[in-house]
């Protein structure tokens, strides 16, 4: 059953009895970031846009948590305060209950090390001039995770559990002689093989085919078994999230309208704006039984 | 939807960026402009190989000390000197052969530092941005519009004759503004993209982005610049030696045409004059044909239109 809640916001919320025993991973507390031009030469004050209006969710450890709204909407803009390529502005991001913008040099060092981030395009997120092997090692470096022999053997098995088997012939390969699915399963396993805890996967599949998505969303299924990692899953696609995410939130021009169960929230949709969302979806079956009477190919069959 | 075995079918593409690079030679090949660069470039690194033949047949060939002892005047070519003899007697022939290496030297180091010295400023001052980017942009704005020639001739004329690595050591010091502000600007394009973003989620500090993300992503223009380089130093080199200010140990082509001048041959010895001053412009030139065909190949706009195809 859903208990219907007030949200400050007047968001719809409502929260689920599953999962509520598991401790908070990742909190954001009335995170607001706001993207400012630079002012002009003549002292008139730039442009602002409001990416995030005081939008508060937190993740529980081992859930996949999904963030869905359309293009614009801020929701990589939360996926960034997590990782801390962005700082926000007002409010706190909380990881584990530690207030990220307090870490910083080395202490932020072993904090990356548990929080890690998979990219939207694979063809903007590998190094061009780096091989497979490069880019995978690199954490593996950086965070001195395995002795200088057996790097080998941890990028090997990074590699086989995202999907590129044998691994031995992806290593050298430069990302130009690899498929876009191929490069995204490099990219999740540079971001897999240090074992994070926290994952922000930002639309990872938006820019590959849809054959390929499903097999991106088992392996980050998979991995979120094998690692026990809390996932945040950002994405523009309501049917991804019902099939990935345990909840989602919906969120639209910075602010989060409505959060629940995924299920929950796809069938009883609260929001106006989550049923338009919902509208919006391509349905497969629906369009072919209302063409049904028009069927070009078979008047071409009979005409000829 | 491909299996594993598929995929490495239609993908069994030979390791390594070997097939980047020999795309990237086949169409530099291709071009006229590279070719003939490349292959005037070769003759004169065969020159410069050859400088050191002469002075082992007979002393009189060294370029600097040997002098025919027949000869006290310049002479037209002949059997024993193919180019003719100096005023003293000196061969022209390996003067011309030691000045190509010595061109070659004085051009590739003065450009090396100059593009190390550039690429490394450019890439601290675009990626650190902010008060570093000012400063580090406003230094190179003051040492850019300060003409070379004029300031390394000041300084010759105030500390005496200055040896030829000095001289090059200046070239580069005067001459990086211009490359860090093309690397500067080429690492303001990647800062923000997201491989340089993945790695800093990764945990990567900033020197390792700077040396294993940036880097080898503005090298290749880096060594772009380098054939531009080469060319204006070379040319610098020459002006110095031939007004008077080069290295008088060395034989440079500027020292030749300045031994031609200074003993009045302007105009009475055309076998003299004329050699280091081809010399000079040919190479140059090369150098500059190999880095317009160099451009054409690292620049996809630049590419055409077939290629797509």
């Known amino acids: 059953m859903d208990l219907l809640e007030p949200h400050p916001q007047g968001a719809v919320l409502r929260t689920s009895i599953m999962k509520t025993d598991s401790p908070i991973a990742v909190e954001l507390v009335e995170a607001t970031k706001i993207f400012r031009t630079k002012k002009t030469f003549f ?17 529980r450890q081992g859930e996949i948590f999904g963030l869905v709204g359309e293009s614009g909407s801020g929701k990589t803009t939360a996926g960034r305060l997590i990782v801390k390529l962005d700082e926000p502005d007002s409010g ?7 207030n990220l913008s307090e870490i910083r ?3 932020m060092k072993r904090f990356r090390r548990r929080i890690q981030m998979i990219f939207q395009d694979p063809y903007q997120s590998l190094n061009p001039y780096l091989s497979v092997y490069q880019t995978v090692c690199e954490p593996v470096v950086i965070h001195r995770l395995a002795a200088p022999q057996k ?20 290593l050298f390969r430069y990302p130009h002689q690899l498929s876009g699915g191929q490069r995204q399963r490099v990219a999740i396993a540079r971001s897999t093989v240090l074992n994070p805890e926290i994952i922000v996967a930002d639309e990872p599949t938006s820019m590959l085919d849809a054959s390929i998505s499903i097999q991106i969303f088992n392996i980050l299924v998979r991995l979120k078994q094998n690692l026990n990692a809390t996932f945040l899953f950002i994405t523009h696609s309501l049917a991804a999230a019902l099939y990935l995410c345990d909840r989602i939130a919906v969120i639209r021009k910075g602010k989060i309208v409505e959060m629940g169960p995924a299920k929950a929230i796809i069938r009883k949709p609260e929001h106006p704006y989550t049923r338009e969302l919902i509208r919006s979806q391509p349905r497969f079956r629906k369009k072919t039984e209302q063409r049904g009477s028009f069927r070009p190919w078979e008047n071409g069959a009979t005409s000829s | 939807m491909k299996t594993g075995n598929e995929q490495r079918d239609t993908l069994a ?3 390594g960026r070997r097939d980047w690079l ?14 003939i660069g490349l292959i005037l470039m070769a003759c004169f690194a065969l020159m410069a190989a050859a400088s050191f033949v002469p002075p082992l047949l007979d002393p009189m060939y060294h370029p600097m000390h040997g002098v025919d002892p027949e000869i006290s005047h310049a002479t037209g070519p002949s059997a024993a000197h193919w180019l003719g003899t100096d005023f003293i007697g000196r061969d022209i022939l390996s003067q011309l052969l030691a000045g190509a290496r010595i061109a070659f030297m004085v051009g590739l180091s003065a450009a090396f530092m100059s593009i190390f010295f550039g690429t490394l400023i450019g890439m601290i001052s675009g990626y650190a941005g902010r008060f570093v980017d000012t ?3 406003r230094i190179a704005d003051m040492v850019m519009v300060m003409p070379t020639l004029l300031v390394v001739l000041i300084l010759s004329s105030l500390f005496g004759q200055l040896r030829i690595w000095t001289i090059v050591l200046l070239i580069a010091l005067f001459r990086w503004p211009g490359v860090s502000r093309v690397i500067r600007a080429q690492t303001l394009t990647l800062k923000h993209r997201p491989f340089i973003e993945a790695a800093r989620v990764t945990g990567a500090s900033h020197l390792r982005i700077i040396f294993r993300h940036i880097f080898p992503n503005v090298l ?8 531009f380089r080469v060319t204006s130093a070379i040319i610098i080199e020459a002006a110095l030696a031939f007004l008077g200010f080069g290295d008088p140990g060395t034989v440079s082509w500027g020292m030749m045409l300045q031994w031609v001048w200074k003993t009045g041959h302007m105009f009475q010895a055309p076998y003299w004059l004329l050699p280091p001053g081809i010399c000079i412009s040919l190479l140059t030139l090369s150098f500059y044909m190999l880095g317009r065909a160099m451009e054409e190949v690292l620049d996809p706009r630049l590419r055409k239109e077939g290629e797509s195809e």
Do not use: C
């Open chain 2, 13 to 15: 593409a030979p390791a």
């Open chain 2, 220 to 227: 290749p223009l880096a060594l772009l610049y380098m054939t």
């Open chain 1, 151 to 170: 790097r080998l053997e941890t990028v090997v098995s990074a590699l086989s559990q995202v999907g590129l088997t044998p691994p031995e012939d992806y």
């Open chain 1, 92 to 98: 706190k991001v909380l990881v584990d209950g530690v």
């Open chain 2, 22 to 35: 020999a795309g990237g030679w086949a169409l530099f090949w291709e071009n006229p402009i590279g070719k």
């Open chain 2, 135 to 137: 400063l580090l942009m």
């Open chain 1, 105 to 107: 040099g080395h202490k």
């Open chain 1, 43 to 59: 002292g008139r004050s730039g442009e602002q846009v409001t990416a995030l209006d005081r939008v508060s969710f937190s993740i």
